[in-house]
């Protein structure tokens, strides 16, 4: 299929913002996703205490679920609305601090300390700032970027992550002439070689 139409379209931050300021979050589900649920066990692959990462985070409520089984989440979002909701939705206590690497920044930490979400741009992020990570969930994430920012994004993404780390990726599949996005079409043949 054509994805043509799609390869220079740009949603910029600011344009985030609003969708989170009008609740224009069509993408937000209260209910956790069923992929999650259906591919944990390759997520988890037996092991306790993760590490695990969500990028453009939003306020998935998938955060919570891993924080509630024992692991230790991180998610970047740019909406620090969007963060604020999460911790008020799940009645969370947390506190706020800067990111002295990043100015402008802000991590929210849970009180309990297992759920630490940046409000900064990914791009803005690496392994030095944020350690690597044993599982990654990206739902809404690889889709939402812009398509020419795609191969930055993954290649950061691959410096976040463990040796033994898994990946569970969500992908809609569509015809692109039809919608614009996002979310992207990303079609399997570009996942391959955008994570080699
Ligand atoms: N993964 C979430 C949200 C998906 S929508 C879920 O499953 O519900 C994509 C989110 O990415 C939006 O909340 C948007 O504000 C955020 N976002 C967009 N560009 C970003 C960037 N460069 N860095 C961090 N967050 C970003």
Not at 135 to 142: E, K
Request: with cysteine; charged share 25%.
């Amino acid at each position: 299929r054509d994805i043509g139409s799609q390869r220079d379209r740009m949603v910029t931050e600011e344009e985030w913002l609003q969708r989170w300021e009008m609740s224009n979050i069509g993408f937000h589900k209260e209910q956790g996703h069923p992929l999650l649920q259906k591919y944990l066990d390759v997520l988890l692959n037996g092991r306790r205490g993760l590490r695990i990462f969500f990028p453009l985070c939003g306020k998935a409520v998938e955060m919570k679920w891993l924080a509630d089984m024992g692991h230790s989440v991180v998610g970047v979002e740019v909406s620090e609305q969007a963060l604020k909701e999460f911790f008020a939705e799940h009645s969370l206590p947390y506190c706020e601090e800067p990111v002295p690497e990043i100015s402008g920044a802000k991590k929210l930490q849970s009180t309990s300390g297992n759920i630490s979400l940046y409000c900064c741009s990914i791009y803005d992020l690496s392994s030095s700032i944020v350690d690597k990570f044993d599982g990654v969930w990206d739902r809404g994430a690889l889709v939402a970027v812009n398509p020419c920012d795609r191969q930055r994004y993954v290649s950061l993404m691959i410096t976040l992550m463990e040796k033994n780390s898994s990946y569970l990726l969500v992908t809609v599949s569509y015809d692109p002439n039809k919608h614009k996005g996002p979310p992207f079409y990303v079609p399997e043949s570009e996942i391959k070689s955008l994570f080699g």
